[in-house]
């Protein structure tokens, strides 16, 4: 969460937005002390303890028109979609302020999935809402690339150039997160 907002916040004032507030969500105690710590002392906005799947989570938006949104939450590409929250999120968000996200970018801007076979690939976006697919339960789906500079990168490839900066154990940790 942090370091997306540190993105979030260099890209804010690289575009020349005058007025930026950035927040983040995080439910897991020691990450969300963590990240309001990151947040304070780099005065990148403020983290919040919430549930990102529920709809009071997002009472910070107050009827304003919504910039921006990351969602970090994918499984690496050897889980299920349903084990992380990902399509929960995205669907709370659509389902409930979807008037406020009609000029949103977002990040990932492209996921595309597939089932186990691989035969069966989809790309969730804006337009399908992340979470509105036809003729497979999404759930069963595994996340297989984002769009990076308006391509797919597979998630397993991201990150691979500063691969030689991570120390043991975290490499081993980290190979099939993205």
Known sequence: TGVLML????SAKKNKFSEIEITGIEREKN???RT??????LNIGKVIGADAKKTQAYSFFQDRPVTFISNETLPGSDARL????????????????SHLLEKTFFFPSKVFITDKSGNNTQILCPENQFHQIQD???RLMYPLAIELGGKPVQLVHIGNHITSLIQDPWS???SHRW
């Open 136 to 138: 497979y339960p999404l």
């Open 7 to 10: 993105a979030q916040m260099i």
């Open 172 to 174: 081993r940790t980290l």
């Open 82 to 97: 349903w084990k992380e929250d990902f399509i929960a999120i995205n669907k709370i968000l659509f389902d409930n302020f």
């Open 36 to 41: 309001q710590l990151i947040a304070e002392v």
């Open 31 to 33: 990450t969300l002390e």
